[in-house]
């Protein structure tokens, strides 16, 4: 028996250092890379195929819509465009549309058409210049007289119920229409900013999460599951906005939950409110959602302190599991987490040039206390032992 135990001692001395080596290895090895996604997206198609979606709509509303416009935006910045088209042909259908109310200017509401529009674009991006997509001409001819109609700048994405982030998500794909077609809606964007500018969140200083359908005044201060999607798209309206709003995000969001890895708050420093459905549970005010796509979003900014940090923090607590053609995060438990990790890791612009570096957030040596941790970790089951064998020495004549 007593060497039965020694032997389980082992091996769980094994496993244990196995474990803190590789994590301590995912600390600082490269995150994002292009074929880390792909295996993502292997899984995710499979579990699409499997009915993934559809499990994900009975979580919260737009879990079928965001399930397939996910990884359509994630097979562009790959380039494959045949699966890209593969998920829009999921999203213009009837049961993409069946939560959205057709009654809603534009129709179905801007959430629905704004990201359907901003797909069709990413799509006709990666299509020689001057590929004909009437769709995405008439959606865009859409949304824009919408917004020309609209006395305020954020339109509804339900009946009477307004996010600023779906509005921001519309007017991108807006700006990419005038990036890859002859321009035609400046002056709605002009008109929009102005909007935006005039119906910022007192707090914060950033776009509101959700604003009065009538008025545009904001009903909810600024949270970090929007405000991650909205510093996401707006580099692609306008980079100078865009900049001031994301640095203004960076210093009212960004944390360092424990001392450890960064990750981004659901509500601002100083501010606590409960968790829902958009931002899951939030340990010590944490979203983890809101740092998974904050990931995408500093990526867009050029952050490549903040995005490499985030990436292998991520890698540390995602537990991704691989195959030999697959890769899932969390298990795989919830394929939708998977889709918004691949598209934060894989964006890039679209159409344009990439955003200058802004100043670092984040210094390389913030990995410094987890690896010493992750190292006393794998070498803690061997001290007992090294300890008497140097008695033993000591003691010997």
């Known amino acids: 028996m007593a060497r039965v135990g020694r032997v389980a001692r082992l091996a769980a001395a094994i496993i244990i250092g ?19 996604v792909r295996r993502q997206q292997t899984f995710l198609r499979a579990a699409l195929e499997d009915g993934a979606a559809t499990r994900a709509q009975q979580q919260f509303p737009e879990g079928y819509f965001f399930s397939y416009a996910l990884y359509g935006l994630t097979a562009v910045n790959l380039g494959d465009l045949d699966e890209a088209r593969w998920a829009l042909t999921h999203l213009d259908s009837p049961t993409a549309r069946e939560p959205f109310d057709a009654g809603l200017s534009p129709q179905y509401g801007v959430f629905y058409r704004g990201w359907l529009n901003y797909l069709r674009g990413a799509i006709l991006s990666l299509q020689p210049r001057g590929t004909a997509d009437p769709a995405f001409d008439s959606d865009s001819a859409d949304l824009a007289a919408a917004f020309d109609a609209s006395p305020v700048p954020f339109l509804a994405a339900y009946p009477g119920q307004a996010w600023p982030v779906d509005s921001t998500v519309a007017i991108a794909s807006l700006a990419l229409h005038d990036k890859l077609r002859p321009p035609r809606y400046g002056a709605t964007i002009t008109r929009w900013l102005s909007g935006v500018r005039v119906n910022l969140d007192p707090a914060t200083g950033l776009m509101p999460h959700t604003a009065d359908v009538d008025t545009g005044a904001f009903t909810s201060g600024a949270r970090g599951t929007s405000q991650s999607i909205i510093q996401r798209f ?31 708050r659901e509500y601002p420093h100083g501010i606590s409110g409960p968790a829902d459905v958009d931002s899951g549970p939030l340990p010590l005010g944490i979203s983890f959602s809101a740092t998974v796509v904050t990931l995408g979003a500093a990526r867009m900014q050029g952050d490549r302190s903040l995005a490499s940090g985030l990436a292998n923090f991520g890698e540390v607590l995602g537990v991704p599991l691989d195959t030999l053609h697959t890769r899932r995060y969390a298990l795989g438990v919830l394929p ?11 964006t890039r612009p679209l159409a344009g040039p990439a955003q200058p570096a802004p100043p670092a957030a984040l210094s390389w040596w ?14 803690a089951p061997w001290l007992p032992a090294f300890i008497r064998r140097r008695r033993a020495a000591r003691s010997a004549p």
């Open 18 to 36: 196995v474990v803190a080596l590789v994590a301590a290895v995912r600390l600082v090895a490269p995150a994002q890379t292009t074929d880390s």
């Open 234 to 264: 707006l580099p692609e309206i306008d980079s100078q906005f865009a900049r001031d709003q994301y640095l203004t995000f960076r210093t009212k969001f960004l944390s360092r939950p424990l001392g450890l890895g960064p990750a981004i």
């Open 336 to 346: 939708i987490g998977d889709a918004f990790l691949a598209w934060s890791k894989s």
């Open 366 to 379: 913030w990995r410094t206390p987890l690896l010493l941790l992750f190292l006393l970790i794998a070498a």
